[in-house]
C-alpha cells in the first residue's frame, strides 16, 4: 500500500473520534475542526515518522487538543442554535472542571487510551493521573447533578453535535502538509533561495505560475483548508506546571495550586527581589501560579510559584531574560544575600539558578531559577522558611528538575524554542551587576551576627582615599602603579549598631599578575610588623591562600583605643589575576562574622574581580 493510501485510510478511520474529543475538551466546533484539520496536516508533514509509531493516533491527538485549547473561546456552545440542551448541560459541567481534569475525563471515556500512556500523555505520574481522574470524575457528577456512571454516556453523547460535520477530502490534506513542507524547507535554504530571487530565478511549476490550494475543491462548506497559517504564540494554564510536578520540591508534602492570574492586580510583585511587575514591559501576555504546600508539625515551611511571560520576538524575550536574572543576580529584597549561582545547561535556550538566603522576620532561603525557550521567559520560585534550629540549605536538583519540567511544558507550542534535556547544573561565579562591577554588592554580605536590619550600599567612587586599610597598613588606590581605584562602604542603618560600624573595599587594578602579586606581599609585610609599629594592635592572621585563581589573606587586628574601648576590625587583602582588593570590617558586640563567613566574603570578592576593567 502507497502511503498516501496508508494515510488516507488512517484520517478517515480516525477523525471523528478525534473531532468529538477535541470538541468535548473545548465545546467549542470550529477550533476543534480547525485543530483536527491542521494536526492531520502536520500528520502528513511527517508521515514517515508517524507512520512507524505504535499508534499514530497517539501522535495526532496531543496536537489536535492543544491546539483546540489555544484557539477556543470561553462558553461559545451556548451561541450554538443547533446544541440540544443535555449538550449544552454536559458542557457546562465540563467547564467546570480544570483543563487538566477535563482533559483527562475526555481521554479516559473517549479514546481507548490506557491510563499509563494517558498519564504520560498530559504530563503526571499514574499514580498522580488516577487521582485527577477520580477527582474530574467526581466534580463532573456535581456539576452534572447526575450519577458518576453517567459520565461515559453524556460524553458519548455530544457525537449528536458533531455528526454533521464534513471532512475535507485527504487530497487537500495532503496537499495542505505538501506546502507546509515546502515552507518549513524554505526556512532552511533561505538563504540559498535569496540568491535565486536576486539573480531573477524562481520555482515554478509546468504552467510558470506558483502552485497553490485555490484550484482545489472541497466537499461541504465548514472545513474548506488552506495552508496553514504560523499560529500566534500564547501562553496557557494547561502549560503551566501542575500541582503534582511541584510536588518534587518535598515529596512527603501534599501540594495544592493556589491560584493563576494574568498578574494585573495589585502591585504585580509576586516574588522578593523582584523588580516590576512584569520583565518585558512591552510583552504580549503574563501568568503567575501559586503554590502551597502541608506543613508536618515542627517542619519548615515551603511554598512555589512559577511565572510565565510571552514576548514578541526572540530578541525581546531574551532582554527580559537578563532582566530577570539581574533582579536576583542582584537582589535588592532587605536582608537578603546571593550564596551560589548556576547554569543549568540543557534547558531551554538558556537558564540559570539562584540560591539565597533570607534573615529578619521569617529566615529561610529562595531558590529561583530563570529559564527561556524562544519568546517565553519562566521564572520557578521556591521559598522555604525555617522553623526551629535546624537550618539545612535546601537541595537544588528538585528546582532544576522543575525548571526543565516548565521548559518543556511550553516546548514545541508555537512561540517556543529549544527544549529542555535533563538539567546538569554547574555552578559559576555571581553575574556582574552595577554600578561596580568589579566589587561587592550588598547582596553579598552576610548577616552580621544577630543583627537583623539591612545593609546599604554606597555608590563606588574614586579611591581617593583607602578606608579599607589600617593604620599600619599604608596601601594606596590612587596613584601608579594601581588604576581604576574605586571605593565603597557597607553600612547599617536603622540597627543598633556604633557609628563606626561597617565595610569598606577597595579596588584597583596592576599592571601584570606579578605587579599585583607584590602588591598584596607589601601588605603582608607591613600586618606582620604592625604590632611593632602599632603597640596599641593586636595582630592575628586568620588565613592565608595561594591558588591559579590568585591569592587571599586576612587578619583580625584588635587596637585598643583607652581602656575601655576596643576597636575590632577584620581585615582581607584578595588578588584575582591582576587585580586587587582590599576590605575592612569594623565590627561590633554581637554584629561580627566568624573565621569562616569572613573568608566566604573574601571568596565573593575574589569572584567579583573578575569583572575589573583592565589597567589604563
Given at each position: 500500500?502507497?502511503?498516501?493510501?496508508?494515510?488516507?485510510?488512517?484520517?478517515?478511520?480516525?477523525?471523528?473520534?478525534?473531532?468529538?474529543?477535541?470538541?468535548?475538551?473545548?465545546?467549542?466546533?470550529?477550533?476543534?475542526?480547525?485543530?483536527?484539520?491542521?494536526?492531520?496536516?502536520?500528520?502528513?508533514?511527517?508521515?514517515?515518522?508517524?507512520?512507524?509509531?505504535?499508534?499514530?493516533?497517539?501522535?495526532?491527538?496531543?496536537?489536535?487538543?492543544?491546539?483546540?485549547?489555544?484557539?477556543?473561546?470561553?462558553?461559545?456552545?451556548?451561541?450554538?442554535?443547533?446544541?440540544?440542551?443535555?449538550?449544552?448541560?454536559?458542557?457546562?459541567?465540563?467547564?467546570?472542571?480544570?483543563?487538566?481534569?477535563?482533559?483527562?475525563?475526555?481521554?479516559?471515556?473517549?479514546?481507548?487510551?490506557?491510563?499509563?500512556?494517558?498519564?504520560?500523555?498530559?504530563?503526571?505520574?499514574?499514580?498522580?493521573?488516577?487521582?485527577?481522574?477520580?477527582?474530574?470524575?467526581?466534580?463532573?457528577?456535581?456539576?452534572?447533578?447526575?450519577?458518576?456512571?453517567?459520565?461515559?454516556?453524556?460524553?458519548?453523547?455530544?457525537?449528536?453535535?458533531?455528526?454533521?460535520?464534513?471532512?475535507?477530502?485527504?487530497?487537500?490534506?495532503?496537499?495542505?502538509?505538501?506546502?507546509?513542507?515546502?515552507?518549513?524547507?524554505?526556512?532552511?535554504?533561505?538563504?540559498?533561495?535569496?540568491?535565486?530571487?536576486?539573480?531573477?530565478?524562481?520555482?515554478?511549476?509546468?504552467?510558470?505560475?506558483?502552485?497553490?490550494?485555490?484550484?482545489?475543491?472541497?466537499?461541504?462548506?465548514?472545513?474548506?483548508?488552506?495552508?496553514?497559517?504560523?499560529?500566534?504564540?500564547?501562553?496557557?494554564?494547561?502549560?503551566?506546571?501542575?500541582?503534582?510536578?511541584?510536588?518534587?520540591?518535598?515529596?512527603?508534602?501534599?501540594?495544592?495550586?493556589?491560584?493563576?492570574?494574568?498578574?494585573?492586580?495589585?502591585?504585580?510583585?509576586?516574588?522578593?527581589?523582584?523588580?516590576?511587575?512584569?520583565?518585558?514591559?512591552?510583552?504580549?501576555?503574563?501568568?503567575?501560579?501559586?503554590?502551597?504546600?502541608?506543613?508536618?508539625?515542627?517542619?519548615?515551611?515551603?511554598?512555589?510559584?512559577?511565572?510565565?511571560?510571552?514576548?514578541?520576538?526572540?530578541?525581546r524575550a531574551r532582554m527580559a531574560y537578563?532582566?530577570?536574572?539581574?533582579?536576583?543576580?542582584?537582589?535588592?529584597?532587605?536582608?537578603?544575600?546571593?550564596?551560589?549561582?548556576?547554569?543549568?545547561?540543557?534547558?531551554?535556550?538558556?537558564?540559570?539558578?539562584?540560591?539565597?538566603?533570607?534573615?529578619?522576620?521569617?529566615?529561610?532561603?529562595?531558590?529561583?531559577?530563570?529559564?527561556?525557550?524562544?519568546?517565553?521567559?519562566?521564572?520557578?520560585?521556591?521559598?522555604?522558611?525555617?522553623?526551629?534550629?535546624?537550618?539545612?540549605?535546601?537541595d537544588l536538583e528538585p528546582m532544576a528538575?522543575?525548571?526543565?519540567?516548565?521548559?518543556?511544558?511550553?516546548?514545541?507550542?508555537?512561540?517556543?524554542?529549544?527544549?529542555?534535556?535533563?538539567?546538569?547544573?554547574?555552578?559559576?561565579?555571581?553575574?556582574?551587576?552595577?554600578?561596580?562591577?568589579?566589587?561587592?554588592?550588598?547582596?553579598?554580605?552576610?548577616?552580621?551576627?544577630?543583627?537583623?536590619?539591612?545593609?546599604?550600599?554606597?555608590?563606588?567612587?574614586?579611591?581617593?582615599?583607602?578606608?579599607?586599610?589600617?593604620?599600619?597598613?599604608?596601601?594606596?588606590?590612587?596613584?601608579?602603579?594601581?588604576?581604576?581605584?574605586?571605593?565603597?562602604?557597607?553600612?547599617?542603618?536603622?540597627?543598633?549598631?556604633?557609628?563606626?560600624?561597617?565595610?569598606?573595599?577597595?579596588?584597583?587594578?596592576?599592571?601584570?599578575?606579578?605587579?599585583?602579586?607584590?602588591?598584596?606581599?607589601?601588605?603582608?609585610?607591613?600586618?606582620?610588623?604592625?604590632?611593632?609599629?602599632?603597640?596599641?594592635?593586636?595582630?592575628?592572621?586568620?588565613?592565608?591562600?595561594?591558588?591559579?585563581?590568585?591569592?587571599?589573606?586576612?587578619?583580625?587586628?584588635?587596637?585598643?583605643?583607652?581602656?575601655?574601648?576596643?576597636?575590632?576590625?577584620?581585615?582581607?587583602?584578595?588578588?584575582?589575576?591582576?587585580?586587587?582588593?582590599?576590605?575592612?570590617f569594623v565590627t561590633a558586640p554581637g554584629?561580627?562574622?566568624?573565621?569562616?563567613?569572613?573568608?566566604?566574603?573574601?571568596?565573593?570578592?575574589?569572584?567579583?574581580?573578575?569583572?575589573?576593567?583592565?589597567?589604563?
Amino acid at each position: 500500500m502507497r502511503h498516501s493510501d496508508e494515510f488516507d485510510a488512517f484520517y478517515k478511520a480516525t477523525r471523528e473520534r478525534l473531532l468529538l474529543q477535541t470538541f468535548a475538551l473545548t465545546g467549542d466546533l470550529p477550533a476543534a475542526r480547525r485543530a483536527i484539520r491542521d494536526a492531520y496536516v502536520a500528520a502528513w508533514h511527517h508521515w514517515n515518522k508517524v507512520e512507524r509509531q505504535p499508534d499514530p493516533e497517539a501522535w495526532v491527538r496531543p496536537h489536535a487538543l492543544a491546539d483546540a485549547q489555544r484557539r477556543h473561546s470561553a462558553r461559545i456552545w451556548h451561541r450554538d442554535k443547533h446544541l440540544d440542551s443535555e449538550s449544552r448541560a454536559t458542557l457546562d459541567a465540563l467547564a467546570k472542571l480544570t483543563q487538566q481534569q477535563r482533559r483527562v475525563l475526555v481521554l479516559n471515556h473517549l479514546s481507548a487510551t490506557p491510563i499509563p500512556t494517558l498519564a504520560r500523555e498530559v504530563g503526571l505520574t499514574q499514580e498522580a493521573a488516577e487521582r485527577v481522574l477520580q477527582a474530574a470524575t467526581s466534580q463532573y457528577a456535581v456539576a452534572r447533578d447526575a450519577a458518576s456512571t453517567r459520565a461515559l454516556a453524556d460524553l458519548t453523547g455530544l457525537s449528536s453535535a458533531v455528526q454533521d460535520v464534513t471532512f475535507p477530502r485527504p487530497s487537500i490534506i495532503r496537499r495542505a502538509g505538501a506546502a507546509r513542507r515546502r515552507v518549513f524547507t524554505a526556512i532552511g535554504v533561505g538563504v540559498v533561495l535569496a540568491t535565486l530571487v536576486g539573480t531573477g530565478l524562481f520555482v515554478t511549476d509546468h504552467q510558470g505560475v506558483s502552485p497553490n490550494l485555490a484550484d482545489e475543491e472541497a466537499t461541504g462548506s465548514p472545513a474548506a483548508v488552506t495552508a496553514p497559517q504560523p499560529e500566534s504564540p500564547r501562553l496557557e494554564e494547561s502549560e503551566l506546571l501542575s500541582s503534582d510536578q511541584v510536588t518534587r520540591l518535598s515529596p512527603r508534602r501534599t501540594w495544592s495550586e493556589t491560584r493563576t492570574t494574568p498578574n494585573t492586580d495589585g502591585d504585580g510583585i509576586y516574588a522578593a527581589c523582584q523588580g516590576s511587575r512584569f520583565a518585558d514591559p512591552k510583552g504580549t501576555q503574563t501568568l503567575v501560579r501559586t503554590f502551597t504546600s502541608t506543613t508536618p508539625a515542627g517542619a519548615n515551611t515551603v511554598t512555589a510559584l512559577q511565572a510565565s511571560e510571552l514576548s514578541r520576538n526572540p530578541k525581546r524575550a531574551r532582554m527580559a531574560y537578563d532582566t530577570t536574572v539581574g533582579w536576583y543576580a542582584g537582589c535588592l529584597a532587605p536582608s537578603t544575600q546571593l550564596l551560589e549561582t548556576y547554569d543549568l545547561e540543557g534547558v531551554g535556550d538558556e537558564a540559570s539558578m539562584f540560591l539565597l538566603r533570607t534573615w529578619g522576620g521569617k529566615p529561610g532561603t529562595l531558590t529561583v531559577a530563570v529559564a527561556r525557550t524562544g519568546q517565553v521567559t519562566t521564572t520557578t520560585v521556591r521559598r522555604t522558611v525555617w522553623k526551629g534550629a535546624k537550618r539545612d540549605l535546601p537541595d537544588l536538583e528538585p528546582m532544576a528538575s522543575l525548571t526543565a519540567a516548565a521548559v518543556n511544558r511550553v516546548c514545541g507550542t508555537p512561540g517556543s524554542g529549544s527544549c529542555a534535556a535533563p538539567p546538569r547544573p554547574a555552578e559559576v561565579a555571581p553575574f556582574a551587576i552595577t554600578p561596580g562591577p568589579g566589587m561587592l554588592a550588598a547582596v553579598d554580605l552576610p548577616q552580621a551576627g544577630s543583627v537583623i536590619a539591612t545593609w546599604t550600599a554606597t555608590r563606588p567612587r574614586k579611591a581617593l582615599q583607602n578606608l579599607a586599610a589600617i593604620a599600619c597598613d599604608t596601601s594606596d588606590f590612587s596613584r601608579a602603579p594601581v588604576s581604576n581605584g574605586m571605593t565603597r562602604s557597607f553600612l547599617i542603618v536603622n540597627g543598633d549598631v556604633p557609628e563606626r560600624f561597617g565595610i569598606t573595599q577597595t579596588v584597583g587594578t596592576l599592571p601584570t599578575p606579578k605587579a599585583a602579586g607584590r602588591f598584596v606581599d607589601a601588605v603582608r609585610k607591613r600586618l606582620g610588623r604592625c604590632e611593632d609599629t602599632d603597640l596599641a594592635s593586636t595582630v592575628t592572621p586568620l588565613f592565608d591562600s595561594t591558588d591559579k585563581a590568585g591569592e587571599i589573606a586576612a587578619w583580625r587586628v584588635e587596637t585598643e583605643v583607652n581602656d575601655s574601648d576596643t576597636i575590632d576590625f577584620l581585615m582581607a587583602i584578595v588578588r584575582r589575576g591582576r587585580s586587587v582588593a582590599q576590605i575592612g570590617f569594623v565590627t561590633a558586640p554581637g554584629a561580627t562574622f566568624d573565621k569562616d563567613t569572613f573568608m566566604a566574603l573574601a571568596q565573593r570578592a575574589s569572584q567579583r574581580l573578575a569583572y575589573m576593567p583592565p589597567p589604563s
